[in-house]
């Protein structure tokens, strides 16, 4: 009989699993029967395109999805559609699964967890115990529909952007390019993971498109009528609102099969920790926003849902459970946090600690901003850029990068990461070979100029 692999969850973690599991079947000629289930009706899609889509940038749908159910099958994957696991058995091996005819059992060999995550929804988005309209998360294909539907109106709207994370910053870009009055409420400030001095150029470059950004902030309550939203209280002011963003942050979802795992298999965050093979348990296994990864940097568990982590997981997950982890050729050795985004012409990168982190760890440290060009100050191209390093004292091993500037600012990150990925030090970033013209950068380069600098500190 064919092994039975049922992976949970159709987009970027559970189908990146399942076509490597039959690829990796394949190549070894291996028999094994993949099936996943998908509660909607969507796969393989970019949520990270969402906002982008909702600005008007996408101008169809069928761009952000990458690989549709039709295709899936074809390449033979036993893809189930509309079908929701209700609950799991794991002593048993067995799943309910619900569709539109019912709930039926199915048997597994290996479990693939890859739910993704849920929106934090806080109490006061149900004032009468459901969502007004106008308010909502942007989490999946439906709700950027609804986004899409909300903002794409002539009408000039008041909307309202409740959370200062990547996400609540693309959704303001995303009703500032549809023309409409934006206000972002932070609970404590725009980007919080960015040192001061960068957030603040990012807080600034959101005011300077005129949103209303208001840190500090502390959401009270909402104000409905006829079943709509028409205000939100926020630190006893009230606050007109035709829409609602809600960006409050995103749990995994784990709650079918966590309590079923030895504790040891489930982090604070209640992401399933999965090694570097995806695997977490028995004939369990998991990947992407439902599970931890290992941080690169500091060696312990983390929990960074992005969508970077979740196609390599998937992969190196699908490989594994067919080969085993002792055959497969290739595995997720952790992350770094590395992340990017953008406010109209302001560009965001970060990648490994920040000096609160590195400090809680007891990790002595040292750090610079450096201000400088992104292309030699003759050429029209250059934009002015902040970069921050830090690095530890004695070891001078580099612990962190944050990048804030123009156009080409954020993806210099990636240099850093590179680095701290191989465990380097401030002085592999400020001498190694990084590539110079003048309208792409400077002779000695910003990035290794701030790493110099920070190296020329510890001596
Ligand atoms: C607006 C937005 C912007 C983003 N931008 C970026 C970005 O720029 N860069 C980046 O790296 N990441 C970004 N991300 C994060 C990225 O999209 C996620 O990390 C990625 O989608 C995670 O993939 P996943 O497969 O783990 O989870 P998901 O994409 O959430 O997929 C999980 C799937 O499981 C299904 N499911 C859940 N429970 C069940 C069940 N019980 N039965 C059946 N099916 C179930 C869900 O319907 C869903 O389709 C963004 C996310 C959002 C929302």
Known sequence: MSRRILVVGGDAAGMSAANQALRTAEHLGEDVLVTVLERTGHTSYSACGMPYWVAGDVDDV??????TPEQHR??????????EVVSVDLAARSVQARDGDGTHRIEFDELVWATGASPVMPAWTRPDGALPHGVLPLNDLDEGAAWLA???VDEQLDVVVVGGGYIGVEMAEAAVRRGHRVTLLARSRVLKGLDTALGDDVTAAMKEAGVDVRAGANVQSLGVAAGRVTSITVDGEEVPADAVVVATGITPNTDLVRDQLPAAAVGASRGLRADQHGHVHGHVWAAGDCAEVRHLVTGDWAYLPLGTHANKQGRALGEAVVAGPERSRWSFPGALGT???RFEGCEVGHTGLARGEAELLGLDVVELVTRGTTASGYMPEAEPIAIKVTAERGTRRLLGVQVVGGAGAAKRVDAAAAVLHLRGTVDDLAWMD?????????AWEVLQVAAR?????LG
């Not at 069928?62 to 690989?67: C, M, N, P, T, V």
């Open 339 to 341: 992340v990017v985004t």
């Open 434 to 442: 990084l590539s110079y013209a003048p309208p792409l950068a400077t």
């Open 453 to 457: 600098r920070v190296a020329e500190r």
């Open 150 to 152: 909300l903002l794409a």
């Open 74 to 83: 074809a390449a033979g994957i036993d893809l189930r559609t509309g079908t």
């Open 62 to 67: 069928s761009e952000l999805i990458a690989r």
